[in-house]
């Protein structure tokens, strides 16, 4: 096998990627490890710290991405749920008045089919559609945060 005199950062960064996951102790690296390693690949300080940052920011974001999905697809859940209970008893009343199921099948159909479409929609997970979703869905959040947060202040206030 022929190696190469010198490699591209982003082959360095694969064959790292590939060395620590075979390493035999599976234990975590330290922070200060980190920085070692950021100090032997001559990385300067502020750049190590500015990506530890950005990688701690797509992780929040990534963490809020799946709470995100979670949430819809446990609302579509709940929806699905309501339909067939709905729709059994009034198929089931249709049956018992009319002996045929007859308006109460439009009812299915026409709820079924919006169901159908809500249901694509919650386990969508890109586009600009989905992104306004989890921008809207973020806001709501960290508003509601501040609500509670700012409720809780004002309570301990009030108890001293």
């Not at 729709?87 to 026409?110: D, R």
């Not at 969508?124 to 869905?137: I, K, N, V």
């Amino acid at each position: 096998m022929h190696y190469p005199e010198s490699y591209s950062s982003e082959d360095i960064q694969q064959i790292l990627q590939v060395a620590i996951a075979r390493r035999q102790n599976k234990e975590e690296l330290s922070r200060e490890q980190l920085w070692e390693i950021a100090s032997e690949l001559d990385i300067d300080r502020s750049s190590i710290e500015t990506a530890e940052r950005d990688w701690l920011e797509q992780k929040a974001i990534a963490q809020k991405r799946q709470e995100f999905n979670l949430y819809r697809r446990q609302t579509f859940q709940q929806r699905l749920t309501k339909y067939l209970i709905i729709n059994t008893f009034l198929v089931s009343f249709n049956l018992l008045l009319a002996g045929v199921a007859s308006w109460s099948l439009y009812v299915m159909l026409f709820w079924g089919l919006a169901l159908a479409l809500n249901g694509w929609k919650a386990y969508q997970t890109q586009g600009a559609d989905y992104e306004r979703a989890f921008q809207r869905w973020s806001f709501q959040n960290e508003v509601k945060q501040t609500f509670v947060s700012l409720w809780d202040k004002l309570q301990k206030a009030w108890q001293i």
